[in-house]
C-alpha cells in the first residue's frame, strides 16, 4: 500500500537506515510475485527506483529475488518460475550491486536462479539467503559449489542458525562471504 499511495513513507524510512548508518539496503519487494499481484511488475519497478538515489550515497544495494512459490516451499520448477526470474533480473539489472535471492528452499531453485541471473547479468554479485530446512540440509556441499559471492542463513532461530552451519559449513566456505542473520 506505501508504495503506490505514500512513497515519501518509503522514502523516509530508507532514509533513517541511511542515517544510522546502514551502508547495504533491500529494495522492498519480497512480496511481489505473480501469485499475490497482477502488477506485481510495476511494483518491483516503484521499489528499485525509490532506491536509486541511495546508490548515489555510498550505499549498496540489494536486488531481492523473492521466491517464486510460497516462502519455504520446495515445489518444482516451472515455465512461469523461469518466466518470473527472467523478468526480474532484467528489471534489476544495473539498479542494483547485488542480487539477494531470499530464503531459498532448495539448491535446485538457487541453482536455476543462479543460472538466469549470470544469464542476464554475470556481475558474480549473487547472495543466497539459505532456509536451514531438510532439503538445505542434504544438499549443503552444493550450495558450497554455487558461482555466487555469498551464502547466509535465515529465517531461524540462533540455536537452529549455528547448528546449520557447524554441521554443513564450517570450514567448507573458501573464498566465498558467509553470515546469518537471525530473525526469530
Not at 13 to 26: E, N, Q, R
Not at 59 to 68: E, N
Not at 92 to 107: H, W
Amino acid at each position: 500500500y506505501a508504495l503506490s499511495s505514500d512513497r515519501k513513507l518509503i522514502e523516509n524510512l530508507y532514509d533513517g537506515y541511511s542515517s544510522i548508518g546502514c551502508k547495504y539496503l533491500t529494495t522492498c519487494n519480497y512480496g511481489f510475485k505473480p501469485s499475490r499481484q497482477a502488477n506485481w511488475l510495476e511494483l518491483t519497478k516503484k521499489a528499485v527506483d525509490i532506491m536509486q538515489p541511495f546508490r548515489n550515497k555510498d550505499k549498496y544495494i540489494f536486488g531481492c529475488v523473492p521466491p517464486f512459490f510460497n516462502s519455504y516451499a520446495t515445489t518444482n520448477i516451472n515455465t512461469e518460475f523461469c518466466e518470473f526470474y527472467k523478468q526480474l533480473v532484467a528489471l534489476l539489472k544495473g539498479n542494483v550491486d547485488y542480487y539477494l535471492v531470499e530464503t531459498v528452499a532448495s539448491y535446485d531453485h538457487a541453482e536455476k536462479i543462479v543460472e538466469i541471473i549470470n544469464s542476464i547479468d554475470n556481475s558474480g554479485r549473487i547472495i543466497i539467503s539459505l532456509y536451514p530446512n531438510d532439503n538445505n540440509q542434504v544438499d549443503s556441499h552444493k550450495f558450497t559449489q554455487l558461482d555466487v559471492y555469498g551464502l547466509f542463513i535465515n529465517c531461524c532461530d540462533f540455536e537452529t542458525m549455528k547448528n546449520f552451519y557447524l554441521n554443513h559449513f564450517h570450514n567448507k566456505l573458501e573464498g566465498k562471504q558467509f553470515g546469518f542473520c537471525c530473525n526469530k
